[in-house]
């Protein structure tokens, strides 16, 4: 029940927080925004921030969602498994940008994070992509851990329950030893897949991905999000490459959306990206059969999606 | 003599131990040493080596084309033949490893004298099989190679066993190999010094020879020296008798122990006595006497000229001897790939010395000693094992390393679109086609867009191949997921030559674009969200 008390009270420390934040951050378009989470009862299923910068567009969503402590707990440790697939700079935006990654990092260290690890099984030469990326240096400079991914000893055989086809894999070790796993793909066109995003940035925790292709590359990239779902999974979707992905050509196209998108429905994320792509979601077939594993939901239309720009 | 002459002689020794460690650390950090402090390190190193030196001369004397770094090849000559053999000294790892284990050899080291004439054979040996083209069996007695090959092939292998990184197997035959070379030259060095310098290093024998007649070296002044002996006692290279008062320019190594150790000064660095005076007509001949067999200037003058003659005959006769010759035509066996900046199979097997440092600094640890598939000529020259991964395309790691010319340093941007093998796709045995789901690992490594997806008859995208563009890095080749036989794969040529540039316009639309959408413009991006 809300008294008339509360209501104004709440309403005066909304005012006194916009204005503060206004003061902060400079003038800006802060109330013309879909009503807050902090308001509602309950965290949107999805959050979409455009403008800004990489960081501000993630201080935003985080705020939304609650806060990164309503993922990551004090003490606990956290894994965090951006796109480094490509040894290629960050203007190509093959990779995850390297100053999300490096603002997560310092996120996650002050909700009290005892550590923050972060890797990616590359596909081009994992040390050269680490440092191409620009993500291993921002990433320690923020406080993280920079773990190679480029060795077959890190990767432990386990089963995968529910999957189809991919029924067991190697898996990199710190996903099995994080408390907090956070996936931060970047979206992108995909030559293989069709499009890259969540869940097929999830191929880069495991040892053999030639095993994807063999068995089947849609039904394996549904299956492989099976083994641990994400806790978060945030989407850089700042500069995307709508031709020439994963790797990325300098004849590749881009749309500079400036937009992140998190939730922690991996299904509903790689349906709302498809669209950013200016595809369906039905176009790809690997979220039609993590749908029917039970792993979210491709029709956004029954989600409550927070659509915010700063 | 002077107090400061006695000061000077241990000083000197200090200094010459000190660079000695450093050039010895900085070698090892050449093989161990990742990322760019590694590369540079290792081009800064492997550049000041003799051996690969004098065949970067060699080769564009035979007409190579591209053959950079002489100029510290030319440097490390003339100096040695101004002002001796230093080099051995300080500068050769493999010199200094040596002086390491003879510590260790300890009390039990008695030097041993040289044996007469087998440095001689050795260089014979070595400069003939060079000119055969033969450099990675010549390289056997080479210093450096020697050196390398213990690094990239016993000590880097088990570092990254420590350090948890994949290493892609190798022959044990030829780790026990490299292994065994390295002990048997470190077991001579406890046992008696610097016996490989003084009777097997071809690059020892040389600067032998140019120390004797450098105007500036090490001497002993028979009229300062007492026969006090220490000098013998401290000698690791058996060139110093003091007894008879005797120094062997061609066999010292400028380790300094004897300046160290002398008390009178007799043994001092610095210009020959004046021809005037009997000091000289007496120091001058038996000075330069030997302890084993001295080298007048006819003998010297007669060994340059037999050897040139051989060396020109060899090198006339080599491209005709089949037994040396890589075995790049074998049937059915697809050729082997050599790294970007060799030119050809055929070219690198001649200029290789399978130093293995390019090995080492390969990232992606694609490049392996070939045991025959680069002819015998090309023994341990590596070539690119597509199995283990695919040739970085913005990567130049073993062309900046490589120390024997063997490598043209090409440009990163020549290197991109320098064609080193080409692929052949196989339609049948691709996914698409035969199992009907989604692939494209090819395309999706291909970084050129020589291999790209296309949506065919399958109603799936399906690969394509241009091979006007393709550089044959194996990216495809490696990313192919089926097995054993791949669905791409990439043979070498018989010639590297330039690809093509990728045309404009290749990748206006995404492989996946259902057939309305070709053509079309990609969604541009706009303030509103497209959700």
């Known amino acids: 029940m809300l008294t008339r008390r509360d209501f104004l009270t709440r309403c005066a420390s909304f005012g ?6 206004s003061i902060k951050r400079g003038a800006g378009p802060l109330l013309a925004q879909v009503p807050s989470a902090a308001q509602g009862s309950k965290a949107p299923d999805i959050v ?6 990489q960081a501000a567009r993630l201080d935003r969503a985080l705020r939304e969602l609650g806060g990164i402590g309503a993922f990551v707990r004090k003490g606990q440790t956290v894994v965090i498994k951006p796109n480094i697939g490509w040894s290629q700079g960050p203007e190509v935006a093959a990779n995850t940008d390297p100053e999300l990654v490096a603002r997560l990092v310092e996120h996650c260290l002050e909700a009290g994070a005892s550590k923050v690890w972060v890797f990616d099984h590359s596909c081009d030469n994992g040390p050269s992509s680490y440092r191409a990326s620009k993500i291993e240096g921002y990433a320690k400079a923020a406080g993280a851990v920079v773990v190679p991914g480029e060795s077959s000893s890190y990767y432990q055989e386990v089963p995968v329950p529910g999957a189809r086809s991919l029924k067991k894999t190697r898996v990199h070790e710190l996903i099995l030893a994080a408390d907090a796993f956070i996936n931060v793909p970047v979206l992108k066109d995909h030559s293989g897949a069709g499009m890259t995003c969540a869940m097929k940035n999830l191929m880069g925790i495991v ?29 850089d979707a700042g500069r995307v490459m709508l031709s020439g992905g994963p790797r990325g050509y300098p004849g590749s196209r881009y749309g500079e959306q400036r937009m992140l998108i998190a939730s922690t429905d991996i299904v509903a994320l790689d349906a709302v990206s498809a669209r950013t792509l ?8 690997y979220i039609a059969k993590a749908e029917e594993r039970g792993l979210g939901t491709s029709d956004t239309s029954r989600l409550a999606i927070s659509r915010l720009t700063i | 003599m002077s107090r400061s002459r006695n000061f000077a002689g241990p000083i000197a020794r200090a200094a010459r131990i000190a660079a000695a460690a450093l050039a010895l650390a900085g070698a090892t950090l050449s093989f161990l040493l990742g990322g760019e402090l590694g590369d540079t390190l290792s081009r800064a190193i492997s550049s000041w080596q003799l051996f690969p030196a004098a065949a970067r001369i060699a080769a564009l004397a035979l007409g190579g084309a591209g053959i950079s770094g002489l100029a510290t090849g030319a440097t490390l000559l003339a100096a040695s033949a101004l002002f001796g053999r230093w080099y051995c000294a300080a500068l050769c790892p493999l010199g200094s490893l040596q002086d390491a284990a003879s510590l260790l050899g300890g009390a039990r080291r008695r030097a041993r004298g040289p044996l007469r004439g087998l440095r001689a054979a050795s260089l014979a040996a070595v400069l003939g099989l060079a000119a055969l083209g033969a450099l990675g069996l010549a390289s056997w007695l080479d210093p450096w190679s020697l050196f390398g090959r213990f690094l990239a092939y016993d000590i880097q292998p088990l570092l990254r066993l420590a350090l948890r990184a994949d290493t892609p197997a190798l022959r044990p035959e030829l780790v026990a190999a490299a292994g065994l070379a390295m002990s048997l030259v470190l077991l001579a060095s406890a046992l008696s010094g610097r016996w490989f310098c003084g009777n097997l290093c071809p690059v020892g024998a040389v600067l032998g020879i140019l120390n004797r007649f450098a105007p500036l070296r090490l001497r002993l002044d028979e009229g300062a020296c007492v026969s006090c002996g220490r000098c013998s006692s401290v000698c690791r290279a058996t060139c110093v008798d003091g007894a008879r008062k005797r120094l062997d320019p061609t066999r010292c190594v400028y380790c300094l122990a004897c300046l160290a150790a002398c008390p009178t000064g007799a043994v001092r660095y610095g210009r020959g006595p004046r021809a005037s005076g009997h000091a000289a007509a007496r120091a001058g001949p038996r000075e330069a006497g030997p302890l084993a067999a001295p080298l007048s200037r006819r003998g010297f003058v007669s060994l340059l000229a037999g050897g040139s003659l051989a060396l020109g005959a060899a090198a006339l006769s080599r491209r005709s001897l089949s037994l040396l010759a890589p075995r790049i035509e074998g049937g059915g066996v697809p050729r082997p790939v050599t790294p970007p900046g060799s030119g050809s199979a055929a070219l690198f097997a001649e200029r290789c010395t399978a130093c293995g440092l390019c090995v080492s600094r390969c990232p992606a640890k694609i490049l392996r000693p070939s045991l025959g598939r680069l002819g015998l000529a090309g023994f341990l020259a590596p070539r690119l094992d597509y199995s283990v991964s695919y040739c970085q395309y913005d990567c130049v790691a073993c062309l900046e390393a490589c120390p024997s010319g063997a490598l043209e340093r090409l440009a990163l941007g020549r290197k991109r679109l320098t064609k080193i093998g080409d692929a052949t796709l196989i339609r049948e045995r691709c996914v698409v086609i035969k199992n009907r789901t989604k692939c494209g690992a090819c395309a999706e490594h291909c970084p050129t867009g020589a291999v790209r997806m296309i949506v065919g008859e399958s109603r799936l995208p399906e690969p394509v191949f241009d091979g006007a563009i393709c550089i044959g890095c194996g990216a495809c080749h490696h990313a192919c997921p089926v097995e054993p036989d791949k669905a791409i ?28 959408l070709k053509g079309e413009e990609p969604t541009e991006a706009s303030e509103a969200f497209p959700f």
Do not use: M, N, Y
């Open chain 1, 16 to 21: 006194a927080a916009a204005l503060l934040l």
């Open chain 2, 489 to 516: 794969s990439v043979a070498g040529l018989a010639e590297h030559r330039l690809a093509e540039k990728p045309e404009a316009g290749l990748f206006d639309t995404p492989a996946h674009a259902p057939p309305g």
């Open chain 1, 48 to 53: 979409a921030v455009k403008g800004g910068s």
């Open chain 1, 278 to 285: 200016g595809r369906a979601p039905s176009d790809f077939e």
């Open chain 1, 207 to 235: 040892w053999d991905r030639s095993e994807f292709h063999r068995l089947g590359l849609d039904q394996c990239i549904a299956d492989a999000c099976l083994f641990r779902k994400p806790t978060l999974s945030i989407v």
